[in-house]
């Protein structure tokens, strides 16, 4: 059995002094240890983040999805401990759903536990802006075939990992196709994965991603890029399937990471 004082929540902010009052009252409700990463926000999200008792780490500019989510690893593991669960703070990730969470780590078979909204459909659930489903639905077939994992939603970032597991992996990049580096290093260290049904909700299906990753086929490409990139360096480590059909011509990455929209 994990004990609370073994799980901190963490959670990446960028500009959300909309939701950051009500989001950080509810979790801390079902929180005793919260930690949040102000990814170089320029609005009153800093003022807002010192009326709650959470740790605060600043960037001084926005860093990125990929970079925050290293960074609130890294402080799980420095602060000791054990897991860490990881939410939005916009409103889309359900601070209710946190007991799950903790109830699933509980059960002590697995490394790796991932938020899926599309893993029980509710009659609840918000329709997603049909081009980041297309985009979501195809990566994460691919991430399947590949890897030989049966996810439903390789990209939702309401997730619970056990902070020892992931000690030793070499995780670089800052962007949103941070999940394509993570799948990959979880499959190659032989992590034991599952997902937990979480809600479907899109409060502003118009956010940006920020930059050239807008594009629907540019956002697919670099993804992809990001995955096979990622897939060939630990090919030793990966099934046959894995490797099936790249080349290395094929794998430069189109963009940088990109930040937090």
């Known amino acids: 059995m994990v004990k609370q004082d073994h799980i ?12 950051v009052d009500d989001v950080l ?12 990463i102000d990814d170089g926000s320029t609005d ?19 860093r990125g999805y990929g970079r925050s ?11 000791g401990f ?28 697995v490394d790796f536990v991932s938020g899926s909204r599309y893993l029980s459909p509710s009659d609840t659930d918000h329709m997603p802006p049909p081009d980041r489903r297309e985009v979501n639905q195809v990566v994460t077939d691919e991430i399947n075939q590949r890897l030989g994992l049966e996810l439903t939603d390789g990209f939702c970032g309401f997730k619970a990992y056990r902070v020892s597991s992931c000690s ?34 899109y409060n502003d299906p118009n956010r940006s991603f920020g930059g050239p990753l807008d594009d629907q086929q540019r956002r697919l ?20 399937s894995a490797i099936a059909g790249l080349d290395l011509v ?3 990455s189109e963009l940088p990471g990109a930040s937090h929209g």
């Open 82 to 109: 054990e897991w860490l669960i990881t939410m939005d703070c916009d409103l889309q990730h359900e601070p209710a759903l946190i007991p799950d969470f903790c109830e699933r780590i509980a059960q002590g078979d």
């Open 221 to 240: 490409r670099h993804y992809r890029s990001t995955l096979h990139e990622e897939i060939i360096r630990c090919s030793q480590d990966l099934p046959d």
């Open 44 to 62: 009153d999200t800093p003022a807002r983040l010192a009326n709650h008792p959470v740790k605060i780490v600043r960037h001084a500019v926005n």
């Open 168 to 201: 030793e992996m070499k995780l670089d990049v800052d962007g949103y196709d941070f999940p394509m580096q993570f799948w990959v290093q979880a499959v190659a260290a032989g992590l034991k994965i599952d997902e937990l049904p979480v809600s479907l909700i």
């Open 250 to 252: 094929d794998c430069e």
């Open 8 to 19: 901190l929540v963490g959670i990446p902010v960028f500009n959300e002094s909309k939701f």
């Open 69 to 79: 989510t290293r960074d609130m690893l890294h402080w799980a593991a420095q602060d």
């Open 25 to 36: 009252r509810e979790v801390l409700t079902y929180a005793d240890h919260v930690l949040v």
